[in-house]
């Protein structure tokens, strides 16, 4: 069988697989695109003080969206890929995490109203930081992992596109002066709003998915399967954005706003990568080989290693021709960003393909705490000592470099690949 055959008949026996991938990955990285082709005259429109405090601002909102995602996609995404065909089952899953949802929604919309009053960058931006913040919505309506589920990622890429496309014309019309983030802020919330609420439409249309509130006894159960990857994320998503939100507090939005360009460099081809694993998961989960999962572990550190490669080689110049020669400080900010793209590919290989089957939930979250552990511990004498941005970057990276020695430590000891 000559090569050509060989994967012309690995794409016919996987096309769900394949087509899953692709959609999903065409989601965020068109997405990315669009964002990196509006970035240079955004941030000569807006000026990199104005544009780091609407990046600040959406550091603070992704905490409050970790919150109320609260981990459930994982357990869930298993429920749905394992039961496509039960109305039932896909009825009650829906429902169950929806309610929870909610909760969590009105429990941040309380905290929220306390920290926009209290804390003074805060009450000073208020509506930027409100705008911001509307994106809960979308978290609430938005069950993207139900979609990968059963595999049906299409309509949804095609929504959320068509709704960030739609935002192109009104930023180029309304904004054109730094005192426009706020125009800005609202256009791209709205989108999100609506994209997530429309996809929650579709359930309604056409899968039959009638919604409806669950007493709080039954969420116990999914409380309990979602905690371990709380933990997990929450620790990931504070370790991610404390970047931010340090980056803010000790240099200024200016360093915000390079800290951004850089890891704008590395997004699409982490978005290319990292959804390789949630493609794949509905298909293996049914029936894992310890071979087949070895095998992807070490293509993906290859990709990982020639992610971090293309990286050095051409971010000068890409950097050069979005930020313009002011912002050329974000190229070794991204060549050290590069390394948490193979951290992503490693470590979502071992969680998907190795914790999660084998129901070793905690070491997710075991591991999540290594990172954040690590990365403060690297973090705060690099910046008392050296007071330097570049410190707060590289204590990221090595940190996900220690997030992968304990996921070899952990299947070496446990013998669980």
Request: net charge positive; hydrophobic share 55%; proline share 3%.
């Amino acid at each position: 069988m000559t090569i050509y055959n060989k994967i012309k008949s690995i794409i016919s026996k996987n096309s769900k697989v394949f087509e899953n991938y692709f959609f999903m990955t065409l989601l965020q990285v068109a997405g990315s695109f669009i964002g990196i082709a509006i970035y240079p005259y955004l941030i000569r429109t807006l000026g990199a003080e104005s544009y780091g405090l609407y990046v600040f601002a959406l550091s603070v909102t992704t905490y409050f969206l970790s919150f109320i995602s609260f981990g459930f996609s994982f357990p869930a995404l298993k429920k749905i890929a394992e039961n496509k065909d039960d109305l039932s089952i896909k009825t009650e899953v829906i429902s169950s995490v929806f309610t929870a949802k909610l909760y969590l929604t009105l429990f941040s919309i309380l905290i929220f109203s306390v920290l926009i009053n209290l804390v003074p960058i805060m009450r000073e931006n208020w509506l930027i930081f409100c705008l911001c913040f509307t994106q809960i919505i979308a978290e609430l309506f938005f069950p993207v992992w139900f979609f990968q589920g059963i595999q049906k990622m299409q309509i949804v890429t095609y929504i959320q596109l068509g709704f960030r496309i739609l935002t192109i014309p009104f930023i180029f019309i309304f904004i054109k002066i730094p005192e426009h983030t706020w125009i800005y802020v609202m256009i791209t919330s709205v989108s999100v709003i609506l994209g997530g609420i429309t996809s929650m439409y579709l359930l309604y249309k056409t899968e039959n998915i009638r919604i409806r509130l669950v007493n709080r006894k039954s969420l116990k159960e999914y409380f309990r399967d979602a905690l371990p990857f709380f933990w997990s994320s929450s620790a990931g998503i504070i370790k991610q954005e404390s970047v931010t939100i340090i980056i803010g507090a000790f240099f200024g939005m200016r360093d915000v706003a390079l800290y951004d360009l850089a890891n704008k460099l590395i997004i699409i081809p982490r978005m290319l990568t990292t959804s390789i694993n949630a493609a794949i998961f509905p298909k293996i989960i049914e029936k894992i080989e310890r071979s087949v999962v070895k095998k992807i572990i070490r293509y993906e550190t290859w990709i990982g290693l020639a992610v971090i490669a293309a990286i050095a080689l051409f971010g000068y110049w890409i950097i050069l021709i979005l930020g313009g020669e002011v912002m050329l400080e974000s190229y070794p900010l991204a060549v050290v960003l590069s390394v948490t793209v193979l951290v992503w590919l490693v470590v979502g290989c071992y969680i998907s393909f190795v914790f999660v089957p084998q129901k070793r939930y905690y070491f997710v979250t075991h591991n999540q705490f290594v990172a954040f552990g690590t990365f403060f511990l690297f973090c705060i004498p690099g910046v008392l000592i050296f007071h330097n941005i570049f410190t707060v970057v590289l204590a990221l990276s090595l940190s996900g470099l220690c997030e992968i020695a304990y996921c070899n430590y952990l299947i070496k000891k446990y013998k669980l690949l």
